[in-house]
């Protein structure tokens, strides 16, 4: 027999939550200020990030995307939150999925083996918990 999976549905305060997330979308160009020039690209993520420029002859020039000044930052409510709209959390152990609450799912470690994170991922699926990168 096929075990039938139990499908949370999202509540209004979820659906909320994940509106906010999206609006709130719109990124800056930060782009990077060490490199060649004619490689450091808007759609490449490595350049597209923040570098405060250092030193005498490194200045700031119009080209090189804005400066990050607050108000940039999201808002404290849906910061951290995944876009699905439930809170993220890093999981080493099966204990620690085990002491996962209702609106939280559940992200496996990077240095977590195969045959530990199979365990781990069998342990969230009996719990109804779903798993980011299983």
Same mark, same amino acid.
């Given at each position: 027999?096929?075990? #039938?999976?139990?499908?949370?549905?999202?509540?209004?305060?979820?659906?909320?939550?994940?509106a906010?997330?999206?609006?709130?979308?719109?990124?800056?160009?930060?782009?990077?200020?060490?490199?060649?020039?004619?490689?450091?690209?808007?759609?490449?993520?490595?350049?597209?990030?923040?570098?405060?420029?250092?030193?005498?002859?490194? #200045?700031?020039?119009?080209?090189?995307?804005?400066?990050?000044q607050?108000?940039?930052?999201?808002?404290?409510?849906?910061?951290?939150?995944?876009p699905?709209?439930?809170?993220?959390?890093?999981?080493?152990?099966?204990?620690e999925?085990?002491?996962?609450?209702?609106?939280?799912?559940?992200?496996?470690?990077?240095?977590?083996?195969?045959?530990?994170?199979e365990?781990?991922?069998?342990?969230a699926?009996k719990k109804?918990?779903?798993?980011?990168?299983?």
């Open positions: 027999m096929a075990e #039938q999976k139990t499908v949370r549905t999202k509540t209004a305060k979820t659906k909320k939550m994940v906010k997330i999206r609006a709130k979308r719109r990124k800056l160009t930060f782009r990077g200020r060490f490199g060649k020039k004619n490689i450091r690209r808007k759609s490449n993520p490595k350049w597209n990030k923040w570098r405060r420029p250092r030193g005498i002859d490194e #200045q700031q020039k119009k080209e090189d995307g804005r400066t990050p607050s108000g940039f930052r999201s808002p404290k409510s849906i910061r951290g939150i995944h699905s709209g439930l809170n993220e959390r890093l999981v080493r152990n099966e204990k999925i085990a002491a996962l609450k209702e609106n939280e799912i559940a992200r496996i470690a990077s240095g977590i083996g195969n045959k530990k994170r365990k781990m991922c069998a342990e699926e109804g918990t779903r798993v980011l990168n299983p």
